[in-house]
């Protein structure tokens, strides 16, 4: 089985998703997005991604297989994200997989959402050069990694509080502007002044480099309240002092990841510098670490928005990379809601 045929779901979060890979090549890679549903509330519910999922995952599994131009019994094995997230939304893939599997009697393979962003840069760039750091950067998490070769990866940082792309999150919803944020935040940024507001980067009394969003947010709740720019959401198109601050805002955390990415990538002589995770469609950072990079003589690689964003083709991936070395999961196979890389 060299070139497997393999069916990745994802449901950790709020994104419906399912996808088919034969070998290394992407066959198909559909996703539902919830972020309509959720957008009104400034983040996610976990009861309705659940019951969203529940509605969703049979028909985005057919699609999948129908874009693929497979049938079921075609498949060779299937995957699906194990943890870290929801615990009500990851159930829902897991069941659909053992059922798929147990139908078909196919390998069932069990995957870490984490290591399915990571490996998503060396899915779409088969030739990143190692040793190399890897940003992880979305709603849930933010950390970094250092891969010496591709099978092997150490965590060298994580947040000790907010994910980044919670904080865009949580931003936008300070301003009225709903959920997801980043997205709105990127495109609001580029028509306001990245100097207007000062903001300061937060330090580890301990010396780490671990990273910390959470005082990038207080700092925006301030300034906000202080000039009368929190508003409720639907807030509508913002003013030009709130395209600053959220510029602003941007630029700074920016600006503290990439410092960050380079002092790891300079301490431990990596020869690449990786970006996934749905942060990793960010212009700003897309385009600062590439800067950085080339000034360092790096290669940096920043994964494509449709490999970037929660999505099933890096959890087939994972799958495949597993059903080679014949890690198969069995039946006791349960989510992991706080499942670590
Ligand atoms: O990887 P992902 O789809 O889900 C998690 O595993 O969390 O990431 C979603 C996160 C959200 O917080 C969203 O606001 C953020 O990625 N995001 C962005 C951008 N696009 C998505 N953040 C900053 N700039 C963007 N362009
Ligand atoms: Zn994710």
Same mark, same amino acid.
């Given at each position: ?39 009104? @509330? ?6 309705l991604a659940s ?50 599997? @147990? ?41 970094? @990694? ?106 700074a955390v920016v ?87």
């Amino acid at each position: 089985m060299d070139h497997p045929l393999i069916l990745g779901i994802e449901t950790s979060c709020d994104e419906t998703a399912a996808a088919v890979l034969r070998g290394r090549t992407i066959l198909s890679n559909v996703i539902a997005s919830q972020a309509e549903i959720h957008s009104r @509330y400034g983040g996610v519910v976990p009861e309705l991604a659940s019951r969203h999922h529940l509605e969703r995952i049979d028909t985005l599994i057919d699609l999948a297989l129908e874009q693929a131009r497979v049938a079921l019994a075609d498949l060779d094995a299937v995957a699906v994200t194990q943890g870290p997230g929801l615990v009500g939304s990851l159930l829902v893939g897991v069941q659909a997989a053992k059922a798929i599997a @147990y139908v078909r009697r196919i390998p069932l393979l069990a995957v870490n959402h984490l290591e399915g962003h990571l490996r998503s840069v060396f899915l779409e760039h088969p030739g990143v050069r190692f040793p190399a750091v890897s940003l992880i950067a979305s709603g849930g998490h933010t950390s970094l @990694y250092l891969s010496p070769d591709e099978d092997r990866v150490v965590r060298l940082a994580r947040t000790r509080d907010d994910a980044s792309g919670e904080a865009f999150d949580k931003v936008a919803k300070l301003v009225g502007l709903g959920y997801p944020g980043g997205p709105v935040v990127d495109r609001l940024a580029r028509t306001g002044n990245s100097r207007a507001v000062p903001f300061s980067s937060p330090r580890m009394s301990d010396g780490s480099l671990d990273l910390s969003f959470s005082g990038f947010k207080t700092a925006v709740l301030r300034h906000a309240r202080s000039r009368g720019l929190d508003r409720p959401y639907p807030a509508g198109e913002p003013d030009q002092e709130t395209r600053d601050l959220l510029a602003s805002f941007q630029s700074a955390v920016v600006e503290f990841m990439v410092k960050r990415v380079m002092t790891v990538a300079r301490r431990d002589s990596a020869r690449s510098i990786c970006l996934s995770g749905g942060v990793a469609c960010n212009s700003l950072l897309r385009a600062r670490l590439a800067e950085e990079a080339a000034k360092e003589g790096l290669e940096g690689y920043a994964v494509s928005p449709s490999l970037a964003c929660d999505n099933a083709a890096m959890i087939a991936e994972v799958g495949r990379r597993k059903l080679l070395r014949g890690e198969t999961a069995d039946w006791t196979l349960n989510a992991e809601p706080g499942l670590e890389l």
